[in-house]
């Protein structure tokens, strides 16, 4: 079965500090992670994906394999960073996805 | 990018009825829909997945008569409750995703009120 826990519901930071959401999952094979993003009042959006490895507004993700973790860091925060996001995971070539509890980040100013 | 659309937004009906929601792939053509339902302070939790022509598979515990999925182009799925009750009250979200690559593209969802 695959898992994906997200273990802060609400996450705050001040404008300009670090900010890492946390992700971790379990799956017996080799899997794709996505982390997606929903401002509000919009839908939802894939931030970015491991096998990318690109950055997307500042935020990194590095899959940890050893540590089945997925965790997703912006070394400085700003206020339109407020979103709820979601780490997701697929099988590799598969599309199904399964999603995290989701983390409420308030950048406060 | 991808563009997903939802019909209608918003939908209150009465306990009894049915209620078809569409989704609709603008853009692109959309080989697989998904679709989620989602609590308030909740995660996305998938309903059923849908291939264009062929019949949805449905995650466990989620009653293919009750929420009848068709997928009858590559750029339109519908989900239907049928004989809604107040605890079908929620956020229904589809996803669509083409062949390459294959990224889940979102719709805005539906808000659904049974009263």
């Known amino acids: 079965a695959q898992r994906v826990t997200q273990p802060e519901k609400l996450l705050s930071v001040f404008k300009g500090a670090p900010v890492e959401l946390k992700c971790n999952y379990s799956?017996?094979?080799?899997?794709?992670l996505f982390w997606y993003v929903q401002y509000s009042r919009q839908r939802l959006q894939l931030l970015l994906r491991?096998?990318s490895r690109e950055s997307i507004k500042g935020f990194t993700a590095d899959l940890n394999k050893g540590e089945t973790s997925f965790h997703l860091k912006k070394p400085f925060a700003q206020e339109e960073d407020s979103a709820m996001y979601y780490c997701?995971?697929?099988?590799?070539?598969?599309?199904?996805?399964?999603f995290g509890e989701g983390t409420q980040l308030t950048v406060n100013p | 990018g991808a563009v997903v659309s939802q019909h209608p937004s918003r939908v209150i009906c009465k306990s009894g009825t049915s209620v078809k929601i569409e989704c609709r792939s603008l853009?692109?053509?959309?080989?697989?829909m998904f679709w989620y339902r989602q609590f308030p302070k909740q995660s996305l939790m998938l309903m059923a997945t849908?291939?264009?022509?062929?019949?949805?598979?449905?995650e466990q515990g989620v009653e293919k008569d009750k929420f009848l999925i068709n997928h009858a182009s590559l750029t339109l799925s519908t989900l239907t409750v049928t004989s809604a009750h107040p605890e079908d009250s929620s956020f229904y979200i589809c996803?669509?995703?083409?062949?390459?690559?294959?990224?889940?593209?979102f719709g805005p969802g539906t808000r659904l009120t049974v009263t």
């Open positions: 491991h096998i």
């Open positions: 996803s669509a995703s083409g062949h390459l690559p294959r990224e889940q593209y």
């Open positions: 853009d692109f053509q959309a080989t697989t």
């Open positions: 849908s291939n264009e022509g062929s019949k949805a598979t449905y």
């Open positions: 997701a995971l697929s099988g590799i070539g598969g599309s199904r996805l399964t």
């Open positions: 799956y017996s094979g080799s899997p794709e």
